[in-house]
T-cell receptor
Framework: SQQGEEDPQALSIQEGENATMNCSYK?????LQWYRQNSGRGLVHLIL?????REKHSGRLRVTLDTSKKSSSLLITASRAADTASYFC?????????????FGRGTQLTVWP | DGGITQSPKYLFRKEGQNVTLSCEQN?????MYWYRQDPGQGLRLIYY???????QKGDIAEGYSVSREKKESFPLTVTSAQKNPTAFYLC???????????FGPGTRLLVL
């Protein structure tokens, strides 16, 4: 049972361009997290944004959260070939006592030199 | 070095065999998780544990078993009842449920 759905499924851009990925979810959340996965590796946490926050920055990453639309976006500015990876959003559902995250299917980002 | 480790990196299973995947963390995290990832897919939760000596089934627990006898360790056994075990298995841990998860490097399980 997946909560988040990333859009687009795949994104291909040139180095130096910005990359925007979106995540939509269905139920109210405590927080939303973005992770990155290089091919054949484990996931790496990028940013956690809580339900009372609207925007967070980390280096070249900018995450926004719109709880009224149940959606989030991840912007990578001035992309590099090394940013090529899959990006996943994950949500912590509000009111859940299960203590787990719900991951989306991911966006595959390819950055061409 | 603090972190989460998984072994082996590759594992081969014969028909009818049970195999165990290791996951160890020295981050002093209470919660641990096992996920399965198939090619081009997202993560599906197999089992998770919020505290020592307690664990819960995830979305695809059939054919798998776990134990949590120590805080640092959360091994996953893929039993012969799991008919399609070929996948990439990821272990993760977090300080508390719902918070940031830290992932191991993964184990790729292949069937001979």
């Amino acid at each position: 049972s997946q909560q988040g759905e990333e859009d687009p499924q795949a994104l291909s851009i040139q180095e130096g361009e910005n990359a925007t990925m979106n995540c939509s979810y269905k139920t109210s959340i405590n927080n939303l997290q973005w992770y990155r996965q290089n091919s054949g590796r484990g996931l790496v946490h990028l940013i956690l944004i809580r339900s009372n926050e609207r925007e967070k920055h980390s280096g070249r990453l900018r995450v926004t959260l719109d709880t009224s639309k149940k959606s989030s976006s991840l912007l990578i500015t001035a992309s590099r070939a090394a940013d090529t990876a899959s990006y996943f959003c994950a949500t912590d559902r509000r009111g859940s006592t299960l203590g787990r995250l719900y991951f989306g299917r991911g966006t595959q980002l390819t950055v061409w030199p | 070095d603090g972190g989460i480790t998984q072994s082996p990196k590759y594992l081969f299973r014969k028909e009818g065999q049970n195999v165990t995947l290791s996951c160890e963390q020295n981050l002093n995290h209470d919660a641990m998780y096992w996920y399965r990832q198939d090619p081009g897919q997202g993560l599906r939760l197999i089992y998770y544990s919020q505290i020592v000596n307690d664990f819960q089934k995830g979305d695809i627990a059939e054919g798998y078993s776990v134990s949590r006898e120590k805080k640092e360790s959360f091994p996953l056994t893929v039993t012969s009842a799991q008919k399609n075990p070929t996948a990439f298995y990821l272990c993760a841990s977090s300080t508390h449920p719902g918070e940031t998860q830290y992932f191991g490097p993964g184990t790729r399980l292949l069937v001979l």
